[in-house]
């Protein structure tokens, strides 16, 4: 490869050039990072919170490639997954509780009716 600085030709691996002294690296990795077009994305995260099976096979496709957009449809899917199941649960406590008392409701109306008779 060749110094972005002088020009010159120097090893691929090299750091600095040998002849400026130029650092190689420090600005060639911050824009392939950003060539990628990896960024978080609200509208993924929406798309997995609305399709957690979307949002999980997106996550799983771009982990190596997009890892931050990747991030934003398993964290929307992960949400989605935890809101479902304390949902799930609040709905199962509210059907005990209803059972228990409509079943409380009718011991205390055949002990009522009991007693009547
Ligand atoms: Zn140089």
Redesign the pocket.
Known sequence: MY?K????E?DANANV?P????NQHENTQPANVRSNGDAPSFGYAVLGFFFPVVGLILFLVWRDEYPLRAKSCGKGALISVILSFVSGIIWGIIVIVAASAAAGGMTGMAAATALLL
């Open positions: 110094c600085k002088c020009g010159s120097i050039c002849n400026c002294g130029a």
